[in-house]
């Protein structure tokens, strides 16, 4: 009988070829995770007991989930994360019954500092008055080849290797193209941007490109060898349709994206996978992706207008993988009962997992208000049908 590695296990999901089961992923990414409440929860329900818990992404306030733990739900994943830089350090403020904390591309975010979820967007560099190639010029960019982002990361990769034999992933680190810009700008801002000045708003998202090139280039330099997936994110749907007409996409978007995925996969001598996390209903544009070269869709929103896991297979399922779209997280997962839970997975499983092309994972990361009930029961079910015959 074959035995397979996690590594082998995704690789020929990539492929699109079956192997003994469904890969699974949980926390290889800042999108395929879990809120720092429920793996706190989920761990108690399992008589898992932690001393330390790190923060994965400190705005959504997901979990690292520990390596003991990752073996044990037999994740096949790993995610390499890139470090902050070394003239930049996370500093957390406190004032008026918030905390607060300023990235280092100068947007300040702040959370309730009692039951407070999730950090959100409270200040934005660029957002005063108009725009001008001047202000973006001058404006102090991070580097994005900054190689302190990537310190002990070999050392890590090496272990998993050694060890566990994962498929390995690395994860941008915020200059999204097309949604850091609304960050920069604010959100009403730069979609006034992109209606009234395009060439200025594509300026900015040219900066952007600049910078993950620069730190594309350095990780796959320096790590190049022990990564199969590059993850980069734009979300460009909404629970109804897409943020922008695909029009739009396609004339602003889609070319910069073009650029970026086809100069990661020029500079790396090995084949590498483009994985795109996109929320929402993308269907419209999803030829589109799979014409830049976008190999892996993510989080597969399935509750989103024309996101259906049947539709979707049958009609992208040769050329995409689909990453995530294993259970409903905004009604079933934290709402539904265990066995609404299994018959969904069940389902999930059923339309995407045949000839390969799936990895499980739930729609986006699992939310704080999730019963650890039925997150075992998620993995129950994948465990159970997520075998190949």
């Known amino acids: 009988m074959v035995q397979f590695t996690s590594e082998d296990r995704v690789k020929l999901a990539l492929s699109h070829h079956e192997a003994d089961y469904v890969p699974f992923d949980l926390g290889s990414t800042a999108n395929t995770g879990i809120h720092i409440r429920a793996y706190k929860n989920l761990l108690s329900y399992l008589g898992i007991k932690k001393d330390v818990f790190p923060f994965l992404d400190m705005v959504q306030q997901t979990a690292q989930i520990h390596e003991d733990v990752l073996q044990k739900l037999k994740v096949d994943v790993r995610g390499l994360i890139s470090k902050a830089p070394n003239n930049w350090e ?23 500092e009692h039951n407070g979820y999730y950090y959100d967007p409270l200040d934005s560099p660029l957002s005063e008055g108009s725009i001008s190639k001047e202000k973006i010029d001058s404006y102090v960019w991070p580097k994005g080849n900054n190689t302190s982002r990537i310190a002990g990361l070999e050392k890590q990769a090496k272990n998993w290797l050694s060890d566990v034999r994962p498929a390995i992933l690395m994860e941008e680190f915020g200059a999204e193209i097309f949604d850091a ?98 929320c929402g209903s993308v269907y419209e544009i999803i030829p589109d992706f799979i014409e830049i070269g976008v190999d892996i869709l993510n989080p597969v929103q399935i509750s989103a207008a024309n996101m259906d896991s049947k539709k979707l297979k049958k009609e992208f399922g040769k050329n995409l993988t689909f990453w995530g779209g294993g259970v409903d997280t905004q009604h079933i997962l934290p709402k539904g009962t265990t066995q609404q839970v299994r018959d969904e997975v069940k389902r999930r499983l059923d339309d995407f997992a045949p000839g390969g092309g799936y990895i499980f994972n739930p729609v986006h990361n699992i939310q704080l208000d999730v019963p650890p009930e039925n997150i075992v029961a998620m993995w129950e079910t994948w465990l159970e049908f997520g075998k190949y015959k």
């Open 181 to 278: 810009p609304f960050w920069l700008r604010g959100a009403e801002n730069f979609y006034m941007d992109l209606a009234s000045d395009p060439k200025i708003a594509c300026y900015l998202m040219d900066k952007m490109v600049e910078i993950q090139m620069e730190y594309w280039e350095m990780v796959i330099k320096n790590l190049g060898e022990y990564i199969s997936i590059v993850r980069l994110g734009d979300d460009l749907g909404t629970q109804n349709t897409t943020r922008i007409s695909p029009e739009m996409y396609r004339k602003y978007i889609k070319p910069r994206q073009k650029k970026l995925f086809s100069f990661i996969k020029k500079v790396s001598n090995k084949k590498i996978y483009i994985f795109l996390h996109s």
């Open 90 to 112: 996370l500093k957390l403020l406190k004032k008026d019954g918030y905390k607060y904390f300023v990235s280092e591309f100068g947007i300040t975010w702040r959370m309730p």
